[in-house]
């Protein structure tokens, strides 16, 4: 490194060091002095070293691209170290890193979640008190109701139902922001994931007048998962078919597995509608969050932007991947691929 870089990197007001694969500092800036101090060596060692086959957070950077970027504790405070470039030669290789404070940043984001979930929380209780005399009232057979207070309280019960799925997306979200979106392993019956998943949209389905079928052979295999969050995953994509499937209109869910030989590899689930599609402009766009198509859904309200985001989260953290294929004016097919992990 030249003097010139040298003595430009010093007067930066944020620490950066060049550190070897094996943790050794070859340089570090003045900044990065100051805050770190002598005990920057040991924790350098503690994310190199490899742990049940896992390798340590500072191998990363050796392995992944320029663009790679991960948050680490360090003393109590949080920073966001990214990798500014490679230096080094084959021998030894080495890495040049920044080191970003993100504490009150993270702080901030931890308290803002915790405020969306608290809020959250204290909704779904009177809702589901509200759904539930909704219910009750209109599942009794003998109740004589004019038919304008039917249909009113057949849309109140549809409003309803559209807010509880607005508040669990933003209680979903808000665990996923602050790194509380946890998957926990158990043995998961795919196919009655998927028939929970139709069961409980059955009957909205037929009152839209929309066929809401659920397709799949008899020996898909169990994988490693959560029960749960693939149910839910699997109800978002639904959900967001009926938004746009027209009456008459057709929506399968169904189950097929990808093998190697004889060796099942993986499962791919579909949820395909004959809706109005998704124009290609925006189908890279649609995984985002608070990202939504410009089409308007014909069931009437909008959205919180979150559902299909929140999906390619739940898959990702099953090790699998989502892809979607869709023709406008004739209909969208969500495709969610899943590794098949067996338990040990």
């Known amino acids: 490194m030249t003097t010139f870089a040298v003595s430009l990197l010093d007067h930066l007001q944020m620490p950066i060091a060049v550190v070897t694969e094996s943790a050794a500092i070859e340089y570090r800036n003045k900044m990065f002095g100051e805050t770190f101090g002598s005990d920057a060596q040991s924790w350098l060692k503690e994310g190199a070293r490899a742990v049940a086959g896992e390798r340590g957070w500072l191998q990363g950077f050796f392995l992944a691209g320029d663009e790679h970027t991960i948050d680490v504790e360090i003393e109590g405070r949080v ?13 030894t ?79 979903d979200f808000s665990k996923i922001e602050s790194g509380n979106f946890v998957v926990e392993p158990e043995p998961v019956r795919v ?67 990808v093998r190697n030989g004889e060796v099942a590899e993986a499962i791919v689930i579909t949820v395909t509608d004959s809706g109005m599609g998704i124009k290609s402009e925006e189908i890279e766009q649609i995984w985002n969050k608070y990202k939504q198509t410009k089409n308007k859904s014909l069931r009437g309200g909008g959205g919180t932007g979150l559902g299909l985001y929140i999906v390619k989260q739940i898959i990702e953290a099953h090790g699998g991947e989502v892809t979607v294929a869709s023709v406008e004016g004739v209909g969208t097919s969500m495709v969610l691929r899943l590794p098949v992990k067996r338990a040990a």
């Open 191 to 257: 196919a009655g994931v998927l028939k929970r998943a139709v069961r409980s949209l059955q009957s909205v389905a037929s009152r839209d007048e929309i066929f809401l079928l659920n397709a799949h052979g008899r020996d898909v295999p169990q994988i490693i998962g959560s029960v749960e969050k693939l149910t839910q995953a699997i109800i978002n994509l639904i959900s967001n078919s009926l938004k746009f499937t027209p009456k008459k209109g057709l929506i399968s869910v169904a189950a097929q597995i």
């Open 79 to 91: 920073y966001r170290i990214d990798k500014i470039m490679s230096v080094g030669d084959h021998d």
């Open 93 to 171: 290789p080495a890495v040049a890193l920044s080191f970003e404070d993100v504490t009150q940043q993270r702080e901030a984001e931890q308290a803002k979640s915790d405020f969306t979930s608290m809020v959250v929380h204290d909704l779904r209780g009177p809702l589901s008190g509200i759904q539930g005399t909704l219910e009750f009232v209109l599942s009794q057979e003998g109740t004589k109701l004019d038919s304008l207070y039917t249909d009113l309280l057949n849309e109140a019960q549809r409003e309803s139902e559209r807010m509880m799925n607005l508040i669990n997306e933003l209680l």
